[in-house]
C-alpha cells in the first residue's frame, strides 16, 4: 500500500499506530517535539522513551518539523492528550488542506469547555473530513503482536473506508460506524471505572466485586451518554464495552494504574508523577462529575471515586455510604428519556 500519513504524537500510542501503518508499507511521518529522540528514533528504530524493546518499521520516519510532517499527508492521525490536543491543532491547521483526513485517537475531555477531541478538530479545521479511532487497544499489546480491533467512527464514509484499509493488518481490525459522539464518549468514560477497578483490585476485592464493578459502570456510562443526547447502545461495541473490560482489567493501563497506587495508599501526585505518562481518566473524572452535577445525573460510581481521588475520602466509608444507596433496577440504560 502506498500513501503518505502523518501522526502527531510520538507517545506509546502514535508509535505504534503510525507502525502498524508503517509496516503496510504506508510512508509514515511521526512528528514529536524532542529532536534527541527523533534523531534516536530514525537511527535505531525504537522509541526507547515509550515502546523500549520494539522495533519499528523503516517506513516510520520521525520529524520534529510539522509543517513537513503534515504537508502531503493523506490521513493525519492526532495521538496528543487531550490537555495539548487544541494547542498543537492549532499549530497544524495553518498548514492543513481541506482534503485531508484528520482521525483523533485521544480518549479524553477538554478541561472547561468539555468538547471532545473531534468537536475541537471540527471547530479549528471545519472543512476538514474528521474521524474518531477507538477500542480496546493498550499500546503495548499490539506491539507485542496480540491481535485486536478498533472502531473508526465518522460521517464521512470515505474515510471509514480509507482508514480500514492503510489500518487492518494481520492482528489489527478496524470496524467502522457513523456514531462519532458514541464511540468518543465510550472510549472517554471508560478511563473513569479503569482508576475505580485498579483502586479495588488494590484492595483484594473478589471477581464478583470486579464484575459487578465494570457492569455497574456500564450502566452508569450510559446513562450519561442517553443525558448528552448520545446513543447507549454504541457502548455494545468495541468502543464501549469492549475498550472498558480491557481497562478495567490490565494493569498496562494508565488509568488502572493511577487507581492501584491510589489503593495502596499514595497520594495522586505521587500515582500520576510515577507513571510518567497520560492518565486521562483524571481530568475526565473532574470534568464529568460536573456535568453530572449540572444536568442532575445520577452518577454514584464516578461521584465516590472523585470524593477519594481529590477529597481523599476513606475507600471504606465511601463504598459503605454506595451499598446503602436506595435498591435499584438493572439494565435502565437502554431507555432513553
Ligand atoms: N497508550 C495506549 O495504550 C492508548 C492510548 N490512547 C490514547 O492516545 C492518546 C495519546 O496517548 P499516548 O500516546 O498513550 O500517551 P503517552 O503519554 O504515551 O505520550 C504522550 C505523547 O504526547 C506528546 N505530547 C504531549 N503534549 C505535547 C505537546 N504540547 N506538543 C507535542 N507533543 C506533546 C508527548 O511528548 P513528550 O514525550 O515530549 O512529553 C508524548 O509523545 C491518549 O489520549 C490516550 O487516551 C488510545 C488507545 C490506547
Ligand atoms: O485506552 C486504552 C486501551 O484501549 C489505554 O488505556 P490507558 O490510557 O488507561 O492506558
Same mark, same amino acid.
Given at each position: !500500500?502506498?500513501?503518505?500519513?502523518?501522526?502527531?504524537?510520538?507517545?506509546?500510542?502514535?508509535? /505504534?499506530?503510525? +507502525?502498524?501503518?508503517?509496516?503496510?508499507?504506508?510512508?509514515?511521518?511521526?512528528?514529536?517535539?524532542?529532536?534527541?529522540?527523533?534523531?534516536?528514533? +530514525?537511527?535505531?528504530?525504537?522509541?526507547?522513551?515509550?515502546?523500549?524493546?520494539?522495533?519499528? *518499521?523503516?517506513?516510520?520516519?520521525?520529524?520534529?518539523?510539522?509543517?513537513?510532517?503534515?504537508?502531503?499527508?493523506?490521513?493525519?492521525?492526532?495521538?496528543?492528550?487531550?490537555?495539548?490536543?487544541?494547542? /498543537?491543532?492549532?499549530?497544524?491547521?495553518?498548514?492543513?488542506? %481541506?482534503?485531508?483526513?484528520?482521525?483523533?485517537?485521544? #480518549?479524553?475531555?477538554?478541561?472547561?469547555?468539555?468538547?471532545?477531541?473531534?468537536?475541537?478538530?471540527?471547530?479549528?479545521?471545519?472543512?476538514?473530513? =474528521?474521524?474518531?479511532?477507538?477500542?480496546?487497544?493498550?499500546? &503495548?499489546?499490539?506491539?507485542?503482536?496480540?491481535?485486536?480491533?478498533?472502531?473508526?467512527?465518522?460521517? +464521512?464514509?470515505?474515510?471509514?473506508?480509507?482508514?480500514?484499509?492503510?489500518?487492518?493488518? #494481520?492482528?489489527?481490525?478496524?470496524?467502522?460506524?457513523?456514531?462519532?459522539?458514541? =464511540?468518543?464518549?465510550?472510549?472517554?468514560? #471508560?478511563?473513569?471505572?479503569?482508576?475505580? *477497578?485498579?483502586?479495588?483490585?488494590?484492595?483484594? =476485592?473478589?471477581?464478583?466485586?470486579?464484575?459487578?464493578? !465494570?457492569?455497574?459502570?456500564?450502566?452508569?456510562? *450510559?446513562?450519561?451518554?442517553?443525558?448528552?443526547?448520545?446513543? %447507549?447502545?454504541?457502548?455494545?461495541?468495541? *468502543?464501549?464495552?469492549?475498550?472498558?473490560?480491557?481497562?478495567?482489567?490490565?494493569?498496562?493501563?494508565?488509568?488502572?494504574?493511577?487507581?492501584?497506587?491510589?489503593?495502596?495508599?499514595?497520594?495522586?501526585?505521587?500515582?500520576?508523577?510515577?507513571?510518567?505518562?497520560?492518565?486521562?481518566? =483524571?481530568?475526565?473524572? &473532574?470534568?464529568?462529575?460536573?456535568?453530572?452535577?449540572? #444536568?442532575?445525573?445520577?452518577?454514584?460510581?464516578?461521584?465516590?471515586?472523585?470524593?477519594?481521588?481529590?477529597?481523599?475520602? %476513606?475507600?471504606?466509608?465511601?463504598?459503605?455510604?454506595?451499598?446503602?444507596?436506595? %435498591?435499584?433496577?438493572?439494565?435502565?440504560?437502554?431507555?432513553?428519556?
Amino acid at each position: !500500500m502506498s500513501a503518505q500519513i502523518a501522526v502527531l504524537g510520538g507517545g506509546s500510542f502514535g508509535t /505504534v499506530i503510525a +507502525n502498524i501503518m508503517a509496516e503496510n508499507g504506508c510512508q509514515v511521518r511521526l512528528w514529536l517535539r524532542d529532536a534527541a529522540r527523533a534523531k534516536a528514533i +530514525n537511527e535505531h528504530h525504537e522509541n526507547s522513551r515509550y515502546l523500549p524493546g520494539f522495533t519499528l *518499521s523503516s517506513n516510520l520516519i520521525a520529524n520534529t518539523d510539522l509543517a513537513a510532517v503534515v504537508s502531503g499527508a493523506e490521513a493525519v492521525f492526532v495521538s496528543i492528550p487531550s490537555s495539548s490536543f487544541r494547542q /498543537v491543532v492549532a499549530q497544524a491547521k495553518d498548514v492543513l488542506r %481541506p482534503e485531508q483526513l484528520l482521525i483523533s485517537t485521544t #480518549k479524553g475531555v477538554e478541561a472547561g469547555t468539555f468538547a471532545l477531541m473531534s468537536d475541537i478538530l471540527t471547530e479549528l479545521c471545519p472543512d476538514n473530513p =474528521v474521524g474518531v479511532l477507538s477500542g480496546p487497544n493498550l499500546a &503495548k499489546e499490539i506491539a507485542a503482536g496480540h491481535i485486536t480491533a478498533s472502531v473508526i467512527a465518522s460521517k +464521512n464514509h470515505v474515510l471509514c473506508q480509507r482508514v480500514q484499509q492503510i489500518l487492518c493488518s #494481520k492482528s489489527f481490525r478496524a470496524y467502522a460506524s457513523d456514531d462519532v459522539f458514541g =464511540v468518543e464518549l465510550g472510549g472517554t468514560l #471508560k478511563n473513569i471505572y479503569a482508576i475505580a *477497578s485498579g483502586l479495588s483490585a488494590a484492595l483484594g =476485592v473478589g471477581e464478583n466485586t470486579k464484575s459487578m464493578l !465494570m457492569t455497574r459502570s456500564l450502566a452508569e456510562m *450510559s446513562r450519561f451518554a442517553v443525558a448528552e443526547g448520545a446513543n %447507549p447502545m454504541t457502548f455494545l461495541g468495541l *468502543s464501549g464495552i469492549g475498550d472498558l473490560i480491557v481497562t478495567c482489567s490490565s494493569s498496562l493501563s494508565r488509568n488502572y494504574r493511577v487507581g492501584f497506587a491510589l489503593g495502596q495508599g499514595k497520594t495522586l501526585q505521587q500515582a500520576v508523577e510515577e507513571l510518567g505518562e497520560v492518565a486521562e481518566g =483524571v481530568n475526565t473524572l &473532574k470534568q464529568v462529575r460536573q456535568q453530572a452535577i449540572e #444536568k442532575d445525573i445520577y452518577m454514584p460510581l464516578a461521584m465516590g471515586l472523585y470524593e477519594v481521588v481529590f477529597n481523599q475520602a %476513606p475507600v471504606k466509608e465511601v463504598i459503605a455510604s454506595m451499598m446503602s444507596n436506595q %435498591p435499584n433496577v438493572d439494565v435502565e440504560f437502554s431507555v432513553p428519556r
